[in-house]
């Protein structure tokens, strides 16, 4: 038996700002001409075996560069350069060994938690960032699952993930690390490390007696620090749901590492010259291991006009950071300064939700954030969010509006995704959006690292205007 | 069984781990060796643990005769980055001898060690000094006169200390071409030309130190009492741009300088002291 789905998907973009790239003026460009194929095959070849595979050619619909050497004109992958995903690729043996355990081995994504997107439970699968407005995506993994039903209203699951996988970051992530220059190209300011203010006062009292017009930045190197895929390094969850009446109820365990990196060390390295001192910023992050002991619920109550509510909080153990900055000139120690970045505290994340339909013409999600997903209680800290999104629907669902709104209650930032949705046929739609940023673009306190907006900073992206076609099969 | 085994052994690694990025960053940049003369914790003695400790020699008696090591140990505060202070510990090394009347004692510098620590007490080599041997030669040629009291002890005050400069009374200046500035190390730079670790280069000074001894204690080959300083340094110039700042040096609230005087054959010389200093004065009374 065969199963063939999938998806055609035409994004294109446009920034509408000029503002948030990386030099000011840069803007109101296509910033995306992009066209996914997704092929996705399930192959039954006995009752109780399962196969999936799907795989996702991407083309990006740019060149490579825009001064492309003309002895590359004929190479595809310069001219019109693609990826292939691999999002799926599994095998799952049901009642095996016993009529109620499922196995499962392969590459695969699993979801846990009961708030969507926002899960602090869910932590098998590091986010796929790397399109910041398709943030539901996750990095597949290899892993086995074992699957356990020994009641109706019991689930077991167990995952073991021998080799850890880092979150993929947007592009304009390293635009946390850029130091910013004016038109002269003099330094005018370098984003503070996770240090204290004294610290960060410390540094710049070191720069401050020499002139910015005679110091040459280059663009900061940062680097991944990844485990070494020992035995150790290995991710294991167990996940028991109980099913009792209109509640689902989740109590998980997770050991491994947070998948959105944490600064833990950096060099800068200053090599004195004439006219001009170099400077070269190398910093390198990691994945912090962490436990995670985690509850989730959903419940639908038709007491209460039908509202569904969802629930998630976990209590995370994360292993300590200590953050080390040090200043080399020609090789040679000039000052060093530590400070502990994650403090091995035990804290919580969490987030609870509603839902609920109003006729056929609304629907309304509201969340209540204690954490974004990739906030680890390190010194940027976590803040806190509501997100609201409400989807207006008429001409029988051919017409949709989803507005896509989160105000950080810390910093006040916010992101706001409308998107107008017009299924012209079945299983074909047509996507008009946008995708706005608000909040400070600069840190309040430039001395402070836990002063930069969290949808404000560069790093955040760009606004875009977005037109997206879909074929599905 | 392997995966029971694994759940087992997952969580009880969380026991000792931690990422250090300090370590990582040594790992990357091996650190140099700790030089000479640092100290460490706040108000620890330039004593170095092990060596050979020797007696003092007994051809001294009080103030009065003999040859002496002199260790004026000036514990200190200095903000070479602004607050929070880190801690200067200046050692200063003479040799010591009587003037034929015995009304004074002349002090022969023979050199000058600097320990320098960061608010957490980790060694730092930002704007560490080294004094060089041309300089050694400079101040050694003009020997710091410690008035006594003529019965075998030391008790001085407002005892004057210059460093390129001309006139007790005079001020420490930041303008090269003072008056009172000249160039004592004849190297062609105003003031006094100091050497710096870190950066690398070397700056172009004053300095006026003001020593008050007070009354210490005398035992068979020892003189040994509290020292207060003033130090008033100013910079004339430096080889960078990086260099050329005044930064006050203050004495350390909590910590007790100490002058420390040993006596020592008539054949010790500077070099011995320089040498042998971190294990000379262990044992000192206090």
């Not at chain 1, 505290?345 to 309304?364: C, I, M, N």
């Not at chain 2, 560490?128 to 009291?149: D, E, F, G």
């Amino acid at each position: 038996m065969f199963d063939f789905s999938g998806y055609e998907m035409s994004d294109v973009r446009f920034d509408i700002d000029d503002y948030r790239g990386p030099t000011p003026g840069q803007g109101y460009t296509f910033s995306l001409n992009r066209n996914d194929v997704d092929l996705k095959l399930r192959i039954t070849p006995h009752p109780r075996v399962v196969g999936v595979v799907e795989t996702r050619l991407r083309f990006y619909g740019f060149v490579s560069s825009q001064t492309l050497a003309v002895a590359d004109l004929w190479d595809a992958s310069q001219v019109s350069p693609f990826t292939l995903y691999l999002d799926q690729a599994y095998v799952a043996v049901k009642s095996l060994p016993l009529s109620w355990i499922d196995l499962k081995a392969g590459r695969m994504q699993v979801t846990w938690g009961s708030a969507d997107i926002f899960s602090p439970n869910d932590n098998l699968n590091s986010r796929d960032f790397s399109d910041p407005l398709d943030y539901t995506r996750k990095v597949p993994n290899e892993m086995l699952e074992v699957d356990a039903y020994p009641t109706s209203w019991l689930t077991l699951n167990a995952v073991w993930v021998p080799i850890f996988q880092p979150s993929w970051l947007p592009p304009s992530a390293p635009l946390a690390f850029a130091v910013q220059q004016n038109a002269q190209g003099c330094l005018t300011q370098f984003p503070a490390p996770p240090l204290s203010v004294a610290q960060n006062q410390q540094l710049e009292g070191l720069f401050s007696a020499v002139n910015p017009c005679a110091l040459s930045f280059a663009n900061p190197s940062v680097t991944t620090y990844l485990p070494n895929n020992a035995l150790g390094d290995s991710q294991v969850g167990l996940r028991a749901r109980i099913a009792v009446g209109g509640l689902d109820l989740g109590l998980n365990y997770y050991y491994g590492r947070f998948g959105f990196p944490v600064a833990y060390d950096a060099s800068v390295s200053v090599t004195p010259g004439s006219p001009q001192t170099n400077i070269a910023y190398d910093a390198e992050v990691i994945y912090p291991r962490m436990q995670v002991a985690g509850l989730d619920f959903s419940y639908s109550a038709p007491w209460l006009f039908d509202i569904g509510f969802v629930g998630d909080a976990a209590v995370i153990f994360p292993e300590p950071v200590n953050f080390a900055l040090g200043i080399y000139e020609n090789g040679s120690p000039l000052l060093t300064l530590v400070q502990p970045n994650v403090s091995g505290q035990p804290f919580v994340k969490a987030t609870f939700g509603a839902e609920r339909s109003f006729g056929d013409f609304l629907y309304v999600n509201a969340m209540y954030i204690h954490g974004f997903f990739d906030e680890f209680d390190d010194a940027y800290g976590l803040h806190d969010y509501v997100s609201l999104t409400p989807e207006f629907k008429i001409l029988h669902d051919r017409l949709k509006l989803r507005i896509a709104a989160i105000l950080d209650l810390t910093d006040l930032s916010n992101v706001v995704y409308p998107q107008l949705t017009w299924t012209v046929l079945p299983s074909v739609e047509v996507m008009l959006g946008a995708f706005i940023l608000g909040g400070s673009t600069h840190p309040s306190n430039p001395l402070d690292y836990a002063s930069r907006s969290k949808f404000g900073q560069l790093a955040a992206g760009r606004d875009d205007a977005i037109l997206r076609v879909t074929i599905t099969w | 069984m392997h995966a029971l085994a694994l759940l087992v052994l997952l969580p009880t690694a969380a026991c000792d781990w931690g990422e250090d990025g300090l370590a990582r960053l040594e790992q990357l940049h091996p650190p140099p060796a700790v030089p000479a003369g640092t100290n460490g914790a706040a108000c620890q003695m330039p004593d170095a643990d092990g060596g050979t400790v020797t007696a003092p020699d007994e051809g001294c008696l009080g103030l009065l005769s003999g040859q002496w090591a002199v260790r004026l140990v000036q514990f200190a505060n200095i903000s070479p980055l602004g607050p929070p202070p880190w801690n200067l510990t200046i050692t200063d090394l003479f040799l010591a001898q009587l003037s034929s009347d015995k009304s004074s004692l002349q002090l022969t510098f023979c050199g000058e060690e600097n320990a320098l620590t960061d608010d957490t007490g980790a060694p730092q080599t930002l704007g560490q000094n080294t004094i060089p041997p041309a300089l050694v030669s400079a101040l050694a040629a003009a020997p710091l006169v410690v008035p006594l009291p003529g019965d075998g002890t030391l008790q001085a005050s407002g005892v004057v200390w210059l460093w390129g400069l001309q006139g007790l009374a005079n001020p420490a200046t930041t303008e090269a071409d003072a008056g009172t500035v000249w160039d004592q190390d004849m190297d062609g730079n105003p003031g006094v030309t100091v050497d710096v670790i870190s950066p690398q280069g070397a700056i172009y000074l004053v300095k006026r130190a003001i020593f008050d001894f007070e009354q210490g204690s005398v035992t068979p080959g020892w003189l040994t009492g509290p020292l207060e300083f003033t130090v008033d340094q100013n910079a004339l110039g430096a080889t960078s741009a990086l260099l050329d700042a005044t930064v006050p040096i203050t004495p350390r609230s909590g910590c007790a300088s100490v002058y420390q005087l040993k006596c020592v054959d008539a054949a010790f010389t500077c070099d011995s002291l320089v040498q042998g200093y971190e294990t000379l004065f262990v044992n000192a009374p206090n």
